[in-house]
């Protein structure tokens, strides 16, 4: 016999719902957008004429809310949050939270094109020169170190599965079929479309995955997707939305971005489906991000890609990605740096959960939009009847047994120095 629901419960839903309403109008990456009439006009010019985008242009792209009345709604939430739940009840503590997140949010998207827009952004996203722990090295540090031994493997890994040979009508296809049989429930059924409205390759949402209308894939594409946009963006919305009572966890804050991207990058890695020109990709945006927080303007870090690939148009979509909601010469938005942090941080979670035994909370990653910290807390919730358990879970989050071996195993090499043991293998290798 199903419990009927606690007035603690009734109350987290109502508040939770509410929190739900509220954000429905924020869309960050729609409003920091750079139309395509500008693409154009770059590309030309040859490349040799800076975007021309002004603090001005934000005007022409609509927030589609006005900014000082919803931080005023949020602010009267975060009150009745307090009034109804208590000022230490833990769940009303991550709706608050939340809700504060929002309004620094709604703070950003009102200074575009401004400088304080940056600053804002790296206090949402974070910024290249944070630290993994106190004196520890920094995201710059990784994006280094990674490159150099990107650099050492070349082009030797690719194989017929990199060849760019699928349409984008042709992928939606494939991936159609491919995550029907991963979201099986019949009332949650997932439509993949292509759309010549993103700057990606592709994008997410609630029950839609889009694909760039004129992008060609390769099978080693087609399987990123899957299970990065698939398995961890939609699955994650999908399991939040079936939450009976913190409905809150199928909407994402920037800080949850971090994790959510984190975990996508992590979940490519334990299906061996990524490369080293995808890890190569992400770097590089750290770079970016890196020379425009050092004063770099848009053509210098333009300039910066075209270095890599003779694509013009290319490096003009990467280079957007990085001053988008900002100026040509004004600080970046630092979204970007968000994949290559949250992998460590969610990789070190599980390392870390392992280490102390807590296999239970590992798949706890999925429930919906999370953050880590909290992650203690919905364990607790899930015991109570609060929280449900996921319902879309990748097999090796279902079963940890090999997961533990591994992270176990990567616990003990984690302790040894690559220096000696290079000057050991060096005669056979």
């Known amino acids: 016999m199903k419990k009927s629901p606690s007035n603690l419960q009734n109350t987290i839903k109502e508040l939770s719902d509410r929190l739900v309403l509220l954000q429905k109008p924020i869309r960050i990456l729609n409003a920091v957008k ?33 900014a000082h009345a919803l931080r005023e709604e949020l602010i009267i939430l975060e009150e009745q949050i307090h009034k109804k739940l208590g000022q230490f009840n833990p ?49 710059k540090d990784l994006a280094d170190n990674l490159s150099q031994t990107l650099n050492q493997l070349g082009q030797s890994w690719e194989s017929e599965k990199d060849e760019k040979r699928y349409t984008s009508k042709e992928a939606v296809q494939i991936l159609s079929h491919r995550l029907g049989r991963y979201f099986t429930d019949p009332h949650e059924k997932i439509t993949v479309k292509s759309d010549d409205g993103i700057v990606a390759d592709a994008a997410a949402g609630a029950e839609v995955l889009k694909l760039r209308k004129n992008a060609l894939f390769s099978e080693r594409d087609l399987k990123v997707l899957e299970v990065h946009e698939g398995w961890v963006h939609v699955g994650t919305t999908l399991n939040g939305k079936n939450q009976p009572y913190c409905t809150f966890l199928s909407k994402g804050t920037p800080s949850t971005t971090l994790f959510q991207e984190g975990l996508a990058i992590l979940i490519e890695m334990f299906s061996f489906v990524s490369s080293p020109k995808r890890i190569q990709r992400l770097v590089d945006r750290i770079h970016a991000v890196n ?33 988008r909601g900002s100026l040509p010469h004004l600080g970046p938005f630092t979204k970007d740096i968000v994949y290559s942090k949250g992998f460590v941080l969610i990789f070190n979670y599980i390392r870390l959960a392992i280490a102390e035994g807590k296999l239970d909370h590992i798949p706890l990653l999925f429930l919906g939009k999370v953050h880590l910290e909290d992650l203690r807390v919905y364990a607790n919730l899930i015991e109570e ?4 358990a996921p319902k879309y879970l990748p097999l090796y989050f279902k079963d940890t047994a090999a997961l533990s071996s591994w992270m176990a195993y990567s616990l003990f090499l ?3 120095s690559l220096e000696p043991l290079f000057h050991d293998y060096k005669s056979i290798l």
Not at 385 to 388: A, M
């Open 414 to 416: 984690s302790t040894l």
């Open 91 to 139: 769940v009303g503590m991550i709706m608050i939270r939340m809700c504060q997140e929002y309004r620094t949010t709604i703070e950003m998207l009102a200074h575009r094109g401004q400088r304080q827009f940056t600053e804002l952004s790296q206090g949402l996203y974070g910024s290249v020169s944070d630290v993994f722990y106190a004196n520890g090295p920094s995201l």
């Open 291 to 323: 020379m425009a927080e050092n004063g770099a303007d848009f053509m210098e870090v333009f300039h910066f890609y075209l270095e890599k690939s003779t694509d013009m148009e290319s490096a003009y979509q990467q280079t957007v990605r990085i001053f």
């Open 34 to 66: 750079w139309d395509d009439r500008i693409k154009e006009d770059f590309l030309a010019h040859k490349g040799k004429k800076s975007p021309a985008v002004t603090k001005d242009y934000y005007t022409s792209v609509p927030l589609n809310f006005e």
């Open 385 to 388: 009847g609060t929280i449900i």
